[in-house]
Structures are given as structure tokens and as C-alpha cells.
């Protein structure tokens, strides 16, 4: 498995500076700032990437878990919440959401898979010292 990098540049302080962040691959490369981060600003922050690679990570877990198990999802859509407190300057909580279209498989059964995604994805696993909730439907 070949090693996963970023680069993130950053000039001037915290609030007056500005900063530059580009993916390693080159799907992205963009701006951000105090304001994109701290407030509504134009450009990107660590916490929306961060949710980005979470929802991607379950997603993709949560379907080869189903699948494994001869349950192939059509579609599964995953969204992550994630919340840095202001105070502590932690992300201490992350909200999955997941809506997933999985043909002939019963609410219960679809409930034990999300869970166990959201336990063992490997994005989950290293955000660990975050409050995860998970709020799945089974389309």
C-alpha cells in the first residue's frame, strides 16, 4: 500500500495569515485561512477534509461489508459532521450520516453492518478520541 501525503504552506499569524493546501494525488488543491476555518470564509479547513476522508472511508467500508457477506448494496451516501469545540480547540464530536440502498436485506440486519463500518473503518479507528454517532436509513 503506498504511503498517502498532503502539503499544507502556511503565511503570516493565525488571523491575518493565509494558507495554501493541496492533495498529494492533485484532486485538490485550494486556499484556507482563520475565516474558512474558524468562521464562514472562502476556501477549505482541516475539519471539512477530515470529513471528506471520514464519509469516503465509511462508505467504502460499510459496501465491501455487505457485499462480503452477499448483501451488494446499489448505492450507499455518507456524510461526516465534524465539530471542532472552540474552547478546547478539539474535534470532539463526529456525526455520521449514512442512507444506503441495499436490495433484500432487513433494517436490523443493515444496523449491525453500519455499526460495525463505523467501528472499523480505518479513518474511525484513528479519529477514535472523537464522539462518533451514527445515524443510519436503510432505503
Known sequence: ???RSSDATWEGDLKNGEGHLSLGSGAFEGPYSFLSRFEDGDGTNPEELIAAAHAGCYAMALSNDLA???????????????????????????ELVVEASVPGIDEETFMEYA????????????????????????L
Open 1 to 3: 500500500m503506498p504511503v
Open 68 to 94: 462480503s457477506d452477499g448483501h451488494e448494496p446499489e448505492r450507499v451516501d455518507a456524510t461526516a459532521n465534524v465539530h471542532l469545540d472552540m474552547e478546547s480547540l478539539t474535534i470532539d464530536t463526529i
Open 115 to 138: 455499526e460495525g463500518a463505523k467501528e472499523n473503518c480505518p479513518v474511525s479507528r484513528v479519529l477514535a478520541g472523537a464522539e462518533i454517532s451514527l445515524d443510519a436509513t436503510l
